[in-house]
Structures are given as structure tokens and as C-alpha cells.
């Protein structure tokens, strides 16, 4: 599996996680591409050095006085970008995420929110470029170090506020922190949103085999290098497990039709849990009921707990944590008669891989090309078999 950490040991912004990716190798034309359609907008890209560290600077040029945005301004703004699907659904993930923390702040819902800064042109290209980035490095799943917590105060739109900011500190709940001894803001809005929604895990290094190492500059003077350090790699095959707390969501429900079941799991799984399901159960007075499971991250427990009560009108939800083992996995690409499939390839043991088509692919291929499903994972499960092969024979380029 190809991974990302983010090591912000000087903290994290949007400028300076767009920056650590474009020093790992992305092609700043690539990403200015995606932002043909906001007149006067240019991502400028410099080579930047802090106590003796080489890095790249990024400061987005835009048009002068933007207009305050809100919520829907951004999303619109987001969908006229050339980007994936998928860059788009993770980039306005990480504004709405912006819009909770700013309105629990205000006191006020989301929509009624106006970014001020956040909302600016610089952020939405800061943020879609980081998305962007990270599925050009083919990243499958970011981690990143405790976020640093200063002291001070930082003047913005709102006037004179306090580092943290509020926003951040809504925005790094459940999330792990360590406190520093240093003036002058650390983590901003933008960067916290960036790893509460893209980040798996906050915590130490995992185990992985680096290639390739990134830093992105700060604009503020720091009594250290003022970088985002970004470590690009594949998790170690020759671990062959791996250890992990996931947090255990569940809630009995028994009054709700069962036709709406299947959707509550659609829309789990659309908002980033690891799993989601249910099983029937028999609830008190004999009545009939099921039991939604979800598994989830730390980080997100408010979020999906927040979704669950609003789709299922439940009255209590129980969480629990749990240790769980797994093994090292990798997504890999291969090309059917019909069309590409990926497959999830996983080391269950040393030196002995399986491999397994990803159910959706195919799913898509029978319903665009018209073809039967059985027909088209027959096909994906040979390629997957040939993909095995040229693995075992060749596993260091795998």
C-alpha cells in the first residue's frame, strides 16, 4: 500500500502540505491545469531553505478582493474544477468540515458561514491541489504526527484571535496534540481540516519503506525549520501484521422500515467508515429490530455519530474501542477485455500474496458495457491470477 506521512513537526498548513507534495515530484502545471476555470489564478512555486533545509514554497496569486463565500459558493466553485470525482468528493469533504468547526464557533449553521479566509480562492486551490496531489503520488491512505499546539495570537478577518485558533481546536478533537512553547500559529484551519478529513491515523511513523521525502515551507520565523516534512512510501511487506485501534459504533433500531437498511450503508460507507452492516436481533417486547455496526477513526466519532442520529432518528448510539490485526495490502491496476479493474493484493503471510478484484470495478463494467457481471469478475480474477504470478516471480518491483 502506498502511503503518505505528513511529519509537522512545525506544524501544518494548506500552503505548506501543497508545497510537500510539489517537492516530492508533482507537476505544478498538472495542478495549475485544474484551475483553468477561476480567471487571474496562477500557483507560484519557489525553492525555499530554513536552518539548512531545502524545500518548496507555494503561494497561490488570485485576483485582489475576493469576496467573502460560503459553503455552497465553495462547493460550486470545487465542481468546476477539471479534477476526479474523487478529488472533488475529498476536497469538499475538507471544506465541509471547515464550514462545522467555524459555525460551532459562531454559533450559527454552516451554510450561514462566510470563510473570510478560508473561503478564499488561495484555500480552494490549496485544497483541491492537495487531494489532487496525493492521488497523482497514487497515495492509498495518509497518516501524520501529533499536531503541534502554539501559543499567541493570530490576527484574520474576525480581528485578534487566539493560537490555537477556535476553529482549529474543533477541528483537532479526537485527533492527538502535543503542546509547544512557541509564539505565533502552528497549525491553521486549513491544514488541521486537511489531516481531521484525509488522515487515517495521527500518531508515530507506521512501519513503511520511504521513497521519497518532501518539504513544504512556512512563510513564519521559527526558532527551527519552519517545514512540513512529507515521507512517501510503501507500508513494509515484511511486516506481516499490523496493529491498529478502530472505535466500534452500535445502535438497536426497531422502528424504522427495512427498505431504508441498505441505504443507511450506502450512506456510511459514502462518508469514509472503514465498514458498516447489520444484523437482525430480537429487541424487548418481542419486537424485531437489527443492529448497525460501524467501524470508524477516532477523528471522525462526531461526525458519524451525527450522521447515524439524523438518517436513523436512534436515541443513543454505544462506542467501544477495539485492537484489530491486519495485513499489509496494495491497490494495483490491470486491464480486462472490458475495461480496468483494480485489484487489492494482500500479504497474508511471507512470501505468500492473494489477490481480489475490487467488487465496484466490476460492478461499473457490467452495467456500461452491458456484459454479464460473472462474466467480467471471471475475467478480473484471471488477470488477478496472471498479476500473482509475475509477483511471485519478481516481488521487489512489485
Not at 109 to 124: L, M
Not at 201 to 223: I, N, Q, S
Not at 273 to 291: C, I, L, T, W
Not at 350 to 356: N, T
Amino acid at each position: 500500500m502506498r502511503v503518505l506521512y505528513w511529519d509537522c513537526f512545525a506544524g501544518i498548513s494548506g500552503d505548506m502540505a501543497l508545497g510537500s507534495l510539489i517537492d516530492l515530484g508533482v507537476d505544478p502545471g498538472s495542478l495549475q491545469s485544474l484551475f483553468i476555470n477561476i480567471p487571474g489564478c496562477r500557483i507560484e512555486v519557489r525553492p525555499a531553505r530554513s536552518h539548512g533545509i531545502a524545500g518548496t514554497s507555494v503561494r497561490v496569486v488570485a485576483k485582489p478582493n475576493q469576496p467573502y463565500r460560503r459553503l455552497p459558493d465553495v462547493l460550486a466553485i470545487i465542481d468546476t474544477c477539471p479534477a476526479s470525482e474523487r478529488t472533488r468528493h475529498l476536497a469538499k469533504s475538507v471544506f465541509h468540515r471547515l464550514g462545522e468547526a467555524e459555525a460551532k464557533v459562531h454559533g450559527v449553521s454552516p451554510e450561514e458561514i462566510h470563510f473570510h479566509e478560508v473561503g478564499a480562492v488561495d484555500a480552494i486551490v490549496e485544497i483541491v491541489g492537495v487531494v489532487a496531489a496525493l492521488e497523482m503520488l497514487g497515495v492509498e491512505r495518509v497518516y501524520a504526527s501529533p499536531l503541534p499546539m502554539s501559543t499567541g495570537f493570530v490576527r484574520c478577518a474576525h480581528g485578534i484571535l487566539p493560537v490555537p485558533a477556535p476553529a482549529v481546536l474543533e477541528l483537532v478533537k479526537g485527533l492527538p496534540t502535543k503542546p509547544m512553547n512557541v509564539e505565533g500559529e502552528m497549525v491553521t484551519p486549513t491544514g488541521a481540516a486537511l489531516v481531521a478529513v484525509l488522515a487515517a491515523e495521527c500518531g508515530p511513523m507506521p512501519p513503511l519503506r520511504p521513497a521519497g521525502t518532501g518539504y513544504g515551507a512556512g512563510t513564519r520565523a521559527f526558532p527551527f525549520p519552519n517545514m512540513l516534512r512529507a515521507v512517501l512510501g510503501d507500508l513494509d511487506v515484511s511486516v506481516s501484521r499490523i496493529t491498529e485501534t478502530i472505535v466500534v459504533l452500535e445502535t438497536n433500531i426497531d422502528d424504522v422500515n427495512p427498505e431504508l437498511y441498505p441505504y443507511f450503508i450506502e450512506r456510511l460507507l459514502a462518508a469514509g467508515v472503514r465498514e458498516a452492516f447489520y444484523n437482525p436481533v430480537a429487541m424487548k417486547k418481542g419486537r424485531a429490530g437489527v443492529k448497525l455496526t460501524v467501524l470508524t477513526e477516532e477523528k471522525d466519532i462526531p461526525r458519524i455519530t451525527d450522521l447515524l442520529i439524523q438518517e436513523t432518528g436512534t436515541l443513543g448510539i454505544r462506542i467501544h474501542r477495539e485492537e484489530r490485526i491486519t495485513v499489509p495490502r496494495k491497490i494495483y491496476k490491470v486491464e480486462t477485455p472490458f475495461g480496468p479493474v483494480r485489484i487489492k493484493v494482500a500479504q497474508i503471510a511471507p512470501g505468500q500474496l492473494q489477490a481480489k478484484p475490487e467488487f465496484e470495478d466490476c460492478r461499473h463494467l457490467a452495467e456500461t458495457t452491458g456484459t454479464p457481471l460473472r462474466t467480467i469478475t471471471a475475467a478480473a480474477q484471471k488477470e488477478a491470477e496472471r498479476l500473482l504470478s509475475e509477483l511471485a516471480v519478481a516481488p521487489a518491483q512489485g
